[in-house]
T-cell receptor, first 110, second 113 residues
């Protein structure tokens, strides 16, 4: 199994906030990432955070990092139907090999 | 091109055949990665290059898998004597440098019958 763990599914109503959680294992990871995968498409980098930061905000996206608990979250404000996708959390340890979680499938309902 | 290009997008082959999957990274990108993604799973690291040098191949499952990037640009992932368990999406990504900002291609879906 993966070293990075995520819940598999999230259903959210349009206009509400979505929160996707992730735990990782390598405390020496310097970067943590969120990727988005839409059907039939490649993985798109949404945002990333340095390990010495607690929070990063980018428009509707807010990333929170709790390094002590090795917990990462992605909050999407005002979720839209276009946000329906699979979201992958990834960590980058010093050996540069990104390790991905299994992905959280987000379904936005009207 | 503007993004990472992979070919073929779909490949169906019979067990025992060799396949070659090609990746054309974003121009000027130093690092190139190969990942494999099974259905319902996240991408799994296979190998990566900086320029033409293969830095790490620890993720290659066995010696039937090999990769090269002879001129530091286009890379080929070769699977010899394919088996049904090799069926997966093979994804290539490139990065301007080792920052971890990986830009992924759309993948090559391999089906081994």
């Amino acid at each position: 199994g993966e070293d990075v763990e995520q819940s598999l599914f999230l259903s959210v109503r349009e206009g509400d906030s979505s929160v996707i959680n992730c735990t990782y294992t390598d405390s020496s990871s310097t970067y943590l990432y969120w990727y988005k995968q839409e059907p039939g498409a490649g993985l798109q980098l949404l945002t990333y955070i340095f390990s010495n930061m607690d929070m990063k905000q980018d428009q509707r996206l807010t990333v929170l990092l709790n390094k002590k608990d090795k917990h990462l979250s992605l909050r999407i404000a005002d979720t839209q139907t276009g946000d329906s996708a699979i979201y992958f959390c990834a960590e980058r340890p010093p050996d540069y090999k990104l390790s991905f979680g299994a992905g959280t499938t987000v379904t936005v309902r009207a | 091109g503007a993004g990472v290009s992979q070919s073929p997008r779909y490949k169906v082959t019979k067990r025992g055949q060799d396949v070659a999957l090609r990746c054309d990274p974003i121009s000027g990108h130093v690092s190139l990665y190969w990942y494999r993604q099974a259905l319902g799973q996240g991408p799994e690291f296979l190998t990566y290059f900086n320029y033409e040098a293969q830095q790490d191949k620890s993720g290659l499952p066995n010696d039937r898998f090999s990769a090269e990037r002879p001129e530091g640009s286009i890379s080929t992932l070769t699977i010899q004597r394919t088996e049904q368990r090799d069926s997966a999406m093979y994804r290539c990504a490139s990065s301007p440098r080792n920052t971890g900002e990986l830009f992924f291609g759309e993948g090559s879906r391999l089906t081994v019958l």
